[in-house]
């Protein structure tokens, strides 16, 4: 299962802003420098966080970003379930398939999917951080 950019830049600004001190703030220019990606793809994800509630934005002069609730109640499969279009690995009515009626493909890939969306239960943002990836993040710069 590959995972969309969308979630992808989701999981990695929330990384990011998890790593930074509780009172500081960030901007979504820091975590693309750091990223070396896109503002505008950025920008739009973070926005969906704030609108979500797991990045708090504070507008003006001297404002930015930062997390709008603890780690520990980030709910990595939240984030892979609101971000990812569709969690069907395969779409068989697409073009549609010949053989859909006795096809076991479809199953057999719906249950992987189940078994990594369980894989993903009960771990948090929290999870994600540690010291190694906090010197990655903030002493390599």
């Known amino acids: 299962m590959k995972l ?8 990695r600004s929330l990384i990011y802003l998890g790593h930074c001190p509780a009172n500081e703030l960030s901007t979504i220019q820091d975590i693309c420098d750091f990223y070396s990606i896109s503002s505008n793809h950025i920008s739009k994800v973070v926005m969906e966080l704030v609108r979500l509630g797991y990045v708090e934005a504070i507008r003006g002069k001297g404002g930015g970003i930062r997390l709008g609730k603890p780690a520990e109640e980030i709910a990595l499969i939240d984030i892979v ?10 779409n068989c009515n697409e073009q549609p398939c010949r053989i859909i009626k006795g096809c076991k493909l479809k199953g057999l890939l719906a249950n992987a999917m189940q078994a990594f969306l369980t894989a993903l239960t009960g771990y948090t943002l929290a999870d994600l951080l540690d010291d190694e990836t906090q010197a ?5 710069n």
Do not use: C, G, V
């Open 136 to 140: 990655i993040l903030f002493l390599e």
């Open 4 to 11: 969309s950019s969308k979630t992808d830049f989701a999981f």
């Open 81 to 90: 379930r609101h971000f990812e279009s569709t969690l069907n690995p395969i």
